[in-house]
């Protein structure tokens, strides 16, 4: 019980930040869905796990928007095609749109929630 | 990304997802698990990948069409599965759609549809009082003298029927042509398909011989087959030459507009300024309001301007201007009909979803198990929902096809009815607006029968749904609504059978009403003479060489001649009894016929004093009338009328009085009537042959025909008209709401007889099982049977009960629709109109309760025997 609530804690956390943190995930490079899905998972320390109902869709509805692209490409360590997501200069452009409202945002709860910070 | 590519794209994804689960796979591998323990870790870490398949195709632009491909293909599969009950629904869809299309087709093109005329919106219909026409006169006056029109415009009213002759160009032919002014076409934006409209110069001739003609669209496709080079060609009507100026557009449809039921083959200009054009009241006027002009404003100086003139010209009829716009004018009388049609087309509607609504819901209960399974592999309420209804919306439009296809032939026949006197009933077809209506109700009743079996899903809980499969579960949380739907099919058809049943009763009651002759084997010819009659004593030879060849043709037994037959015609004349004087405003008004002797028995009209005329009332002798009993009533009351004196026509003796013939049709009493010797005058228009036979009239045309040719050898051959005919003409628009509403009506109660046996065998069903047991424990086979039955029973019940409560409203509604309380039953028992029309409302409502109840009883004992021993077993 305790861990359903923890895990829809995670999950309520991500829908509205994932697309910002697929794009800056891609701002390293090209990446295809698992290697995205890992990489926040380890950055995080594995407080955000990454749901695959979630990344999935999320990735589809980016390229549909026209911020990311996608490729079939060899993997250099796996001699085996995937499917490689790439930034586009829109991506570029509403990643930073995406991080001035996530900065804002998180600034404007940190006053409401820490209001002593402000006066040291 | 186009719909097109979503296959395509959904591989990739496919492809996509498993070339990452493969990877999550090896890396499993990599930390030293087992290649079997590697996968299923994978597959957890991964979750259900057709779940996350579906989400991210939710993120696609077109995934809704496909999705809705998909629900369609599985729905059709579904249907195929069943055939049988999926034949049943789309007929029963199809029945109640079809009606509704075609009633609405008829609706659209009455009340919706704008009138074939250039901003019909604008147009004005301006009758003298209630009905009357207007003087010529009166009518220049009010046209140069107002402010709010743009023009009037009029046609003249006095036309009758087969007026016209047609010879020297094949078969001689009566033709009726309709006078109109100069500007009637211009007026209402009708442009001649080819050719042009009356020039001044031809409008200022003399009526009776015009010099120029406007063909019909039908009669010029009828008579010359369509050939452009009849214009400007001079054809031979009554004896003189007339030009052929122009052809008039299939859309213009004079008839089916202001004289429906009747067809008019060609227009002829109306010369205002010859003094000849028939005198009183003759002209039907309609008016083009000026942009910004209101009907009421006009009204008011209309009003004004009358009083005026009545004041100016004391010497003519008075006008009492009455403005309507034309599009109610033309479609006033029938719109109470259409609306009653209207709502019982929804009321059918209405049952035929709780039927099919019921139908799915027992499939839905037979599926449970499956909706259960979906909604384990993720399936969410709102996905199962949408499955639901896009079945039963296929279903729906399946159903919408076979509707179309009904409409379209109900349509056409409809549309070829010419028997029935409906306005534009010809222009009634399936057009774009039919269309959208059908997919409309296609849609919407999809929607509501689908709606209560797709709210039942999400009821079925997982546990619940996989075990009890099969088995109803939910039946007691939903009989009620079963229940109630059965209840509610029940009232609502009990309340359209009252509907019907009312109507009908009325439409009997004016086939009954005494006409004042009897139409019965009576049949009348036209034989206006080809040739002209100079004076009235030829004129007097020419009646009497016709009525002695017609009286001697075997099976004739009797013979008169009439210048207007019963039900037709409203020539009249203000009349005065000698001595006396009479208001203005109130002066007796008689409609006037011209008769010879024979015309009486011939048509079966009663004498009831005095003498009728015969061959020696000539123009020699002393000049007589006969008038109706309303006629002497009025005029002499309390006294005896034959040998007293009317003023009229120099002055004549009353040597008869007949009994009162319905002019204006079975429900509207006749009014004064005079009937001068034919013998005497010359002052009518037409010359009828109405003849009375042992035979079938149809029998006796050609014998007629041949015995007449000696004498006019031109004599057309058409137009043998039947009286019982005009009578049938005369009351169809009952006949046709009588025959739709009995339509709906039965089919209701047939989809109600439907719907209990359904919830009957359904339920037995259901009940198989506990059935068996209690007869295993002893109960009889008759004690089973008296329970279901006392469940159909009851359900019946409340439905009827339910729709009498219903029916009285709605028999107060359609009081206005119903004959018969008034002038007969009333009279002569003495009821007001309303408690007698309630009366016979409360017992049609109780003999179609009767049939209602008769019906039930015989349904439910069906089901009980197969199920039975299956229980047992």
């Known amino acids: 019980m305790a861990k359903q609530t923890q895990q829809q804690q995670r999950t309520g956390l991500l829908q509205g930040t994932l697309d910002m943190l697929i794009l800056r995930t891609l701002l390293y490079g090209a990446a295809h869905g698992h290697q995205i899905g890992k990489h926040i998972q380890r950055t995080t320390n594995d407080f955000l796990q990454m749901q695959h109902g979630s990344l999935y869709p999320a990735l589809h509805r980016l390229e549909e928007r026209g911020w990311v692209v996608s490729k079939w490409e060899v993997a250099p360590d796996r001699n085996r095609e995937f499917k490689y997501y790439r930034l586009t200069e829109k991506g570029r452009k509403q990643l930073l749109v995406e991080e001035s409202q996530w900065k804002q945002m998180s600034e404007a709860v940190a006053r409401v929630m820490w209001p002593a910070a402000e006066e040291s | ?873």
């Not at chain 2, 500007?183 to 020039?199: D, K, M, Y």
């Not at chain 2, 011209?594 to 005329?613: H, M």
């Open chain 2, 1 to 873: 990304m186009r719909w097109w590519q979503i296959r395509k794209r959904d591989a990739d994804l496919a492809r996509e997802l498993q070339s990452d689960l493969e990877l999550e796979e090896e890396e499993q591998r990599e930390r030293g698990l087992s290649a079997e323990e590697a996968r299923y870790a994978a597959r957890r870490a991964f979750g259900n990948t057709t779940l996350i398949r579906e989400q991210t195709r939710a993120t696609w632009s077109w995934s809704w069409l496909e999705s809705l491909a998909a629900d369609l293909k599985y729905g059709l599969r579904g249907m195929r599965r069943n055939a049988g009950s999926t034949v049943f629904a789309i007929l029963i869809v199809g029945l109640g759609i079809g009606g509704a299309s075609t009633v609405f087709s008829v609706v659209n093109a009455l009340l919706l549809r704008p009138l074939p005329f250039r901003d019909p919106g604008q147009l004005v219909w301006i009758s003298n009082g209630e009905t009357y026409s207007t003087q010529a006169e009166q009518y220049s006056d009010l046209r140069d003298q107002n402010r709010s029109f743009s023009d009037l415009a009029g046609w003249s009213g006095a036309y009758s029927a087969g007026d016209k002759e047609l010879t020297g160009n094949g078969e001689p032919e009566r033709l009726t042509s309709v006078p109109v002014t100069q500007n009637f076409f211009t007026l209402l934006g009708v442009e001649p398909l080819i050719g042009r409209s009356f020039t001044k110069e031809e409008s200022e001739g003399k009526y009776s011989a015009p010099p120029a003609m406007l063909l019909s669209y039908s009669f010029w496709r009828r008579r010359f087959a369509s050939d452009p080079n009849v214009v400007g060609q001079k054809l031979t009507l009554n004896s003189q030459p007339v030009m052929v100026v122009g052809v008039l557009p299939a859309s213009f449809d004079f008839a089916s507009v202001f004289a429906p039921g009747t067809s008019i083959d060609i227009f002829i200009p109306w010369p205002l300024t010859d003094n000849t054009k028939p005198a009183g009241n003759t002209m039907q006027i309609v008016g083009r309001l000026k942009p910004g002009a209101t009907i009421q404003s006009a009204q008011a100086e209309f009003t004004i301007l009358a009083k005026q003139l009545e004041l100016q010209h004391s010497e003519r009829n008075p006008v009492f201007p009455r403005l309507v716009p034309l599009e109610k004018h033309v479609s006033g009388q029938v719109r109470p009909a259409l609306v009653v049609l209207m709502c019982a087309v929804g009321v059918v509607m209405l049952i035929v979803c709780a039927n099919l609504s019921h139908l799915q819901m027992a499939r839905m209960g037979t599926r449970q198990k499956e909706m259960a399974m979906r909604a384990a592999l993720g399936a969410g309420r709102f996905r199962l929902l949408r499955q639901v209804l896009t079945e039963s919306v296929t279903l729906s439009c399946c159903g919408a096809a076979l509707g179309l296809l009904l409409a379209v032939a109900g349509t056409r026949g409809l549309a070829h009815l010419h028997a029935f006197n409906l306005p534009l009933l010809e222009s009634v077809r399936v057009d774009g607006n039919t269309l959208a209506f059908t997919l409309l109700a296609a849609v919407a009743s999809g929607v509501l029968f689908g709606l209560a079996p797709a709210l039942q899903v999400p009821a079925y809980k997982l546990r619940e749904g996989l075990q009890a499969a099969g088995r109803e579960s939910s039946g007691s949380r939903h009989g009620w609504f079963r229940d109630g739907l059965v209840v509610s099919q029940f009232a609502l058809a009990g309340m359209l059978l009252v509907g019907a049943a009312l109507l009908i009763q009325s439409f009997l009651r004016v086939l009954d009403v005494n006409l004042g002759f009897q139409p019965e084997r009576a049949a009348a010819l036209r034989i206006d003479p080809g040739f002209l009659i100079p004076t009235l004593a030829q004129q007097n030879s020419y009646v009497d060489d016709v009525l002695r060849r017609a009286r001697s043709i075997p099976g004739i037994a009797a013979a008169g001649i009439s210048d207007v037959l019963p039900l037709d015609g409203d020539r009249s004349w203000q009349v005065s009894a000698e001595g006396q004087v009479y208001d203005k405003n109130h002066h007796p008004e008689a409609f006037i016929r011209v008769a010879s002797d024979g015309y009486f028995e011939a048509l079966g009209i009663p004498l009831k004093s005095g003498r009728e005329f015969t061959e020696s009332d000539r123009a020699s002798t002393e000049p007589v009338v006969m008038v109706n009993e309303t006629f002497a009533r009025t005029l002499w009351p309390g006294q005896d009328a034959v040998g007293k004196r009317v003023t009229q026509d120099g002055g004549r003796r009353v040597i008869g009085v007949v009994g009162d013939v319905h002019h204006g049709g079975p429900e509207r009493m006749g009014g004064l009537e005079m009937y001068l010797p034919m013998r005497q005058t010359g002052d009518y228009a037409a010359m009828r042959l109405v003849v009375r036979t042992a035979l079938p009239p149809e029998a006796l045309a050609a014998g007629i025909r041949t015995s007449l040719r000696p004498i006019d050898p031109n004599l057309p051959v058409t137009e043998f008209q039947t009286l019982q005919g005009l009578v049938d003409k005369v009351v169809s628009p009952r006949r046709f709401l009588v025959m739709l509403l009995s339509g709906f009506a039965g089919f209701a109660l047939l989809l109600a007889s439907l719907g209990i046996y359904a919830l009957i065998s359904y339920s037995v069903n259901q009940r198989t099982r506990e059935i068996g047991i209690r007869m295993a424990l002893g109960a009889t086979r008759g004690l089973v049977r008296r329970g279901v039955l006392t469940k159909t029973l009851r359900l019946a019940l409340a439905g009827v009960a339910l729709g009498t409560l219903g029916s009285f409203a709605l028999s107060k509604w359609i009081e206005s629709l119903l004959f018969g309380a008034t002038h007969h039953t009333s009279r002569q028992n003495g009821f007001s109109p309303r408690s007698s029309s309630s009366h016979a409302s409360a017992r049609s409502t109780v003999r179609s309760s009767g049939y209602t109840l008769k019906y039930c009883f015989s349904g439910p004992t069906f089901p009980l025997r197969p199920s039975l021993k299956r229980g047992l077993a």
